[in-house]
């Protein structure tokens, strides 16, 4: 039994089904409001000046505000924030199950309001959703959307663009912004954080093996790269086989890999 696993068990109450549908459904809620008076919004938003002064709802009602302005009408932005919002729940529930999703998106909405506390940073609910993408990025990567409602792209790849806009903004923005970011992101840290370093070890090791392979001049093209430390296989005696690198150094195929690798926390 995992981590997680435990967790829930203690924590399962938690759980939420649904939870970003009735979010999106408030999100709608606001923009009406928000059209009858355009006011309403400094009602709701996370402003900790506010907040210290009695206006506790406001660590809430900032959830719900949907992102607006830029090149689209107010009313095309809502639908597209509702919209992804739903879609986008539904997938990660699919995913990870009503418990994970709900503790994911705790987990960020309180780092968000930390980085606006101990920060000032007012990334109101936007880093919050971010993190939401990045998650259904890491396990939908290849499913295609159109970006800026015109361009077909698959949503790994639009992870990395934005991603490489954050990193962009990390570099050249103060010490404050930079602690506020990785704050904002604790929830994506915190569940992907153990297999994106894991990933990324694995990436190294494979290519230094490439390497003393390509370098090895009087080894026979005959001879495999990748074998299973349980079974054997190569990817000559069965090209379909996927490998990977556990903890221990050792390679397996993806039948034979360690239940502790297969399955991380």
Known sequence: MTFSDKLERRLGFIALPGLLRYVAALTALVFILYKIDARYLTLIDLDVEQVRQGQVWRLITYLFIPQLGGFFPDWMNAAFSVLFLIWVGDRLEEAWGAFRLTLYFLIGMIGTTIAAVLFGARFSNAMLYSSV??????????????????????????????????????????????????????????????????????????????????????????????????????????????????RNGEEYCIPHLPTAAANPT
């Open 133 to 246: 993408f990045f998650a259904f990025a890491r396990f939908y990567p290849n499913v295609v959307i159109f970006f800026a409602y015109i361009l077909p792209l698959k949503v790994k790849w639009i992870a990395w663009i934005y991603a490489a806009i954050l990193l962009f903004q990390f570099l050249v923005g103060s010490m404050a912004f930079r602690s506020a970011l990785l704050v904002a992101f604790a929830n994506y840290l915190i569940f992907f954080g153990r297999d994106i370093v894991n990933e990324a070890r694995q990436r190294r090791e494979v290519s230094d093996r490439k390497q003393r392979y390509e370098a090895d001049s009087r080894r026979s093209a005959a001879e495999p790269l990748h074998n299973c430390a349980v079974c054997g296989a190569t990817e000559l005696t069965d090209p379909n086989l996927e490998f990977r690198v556990a």
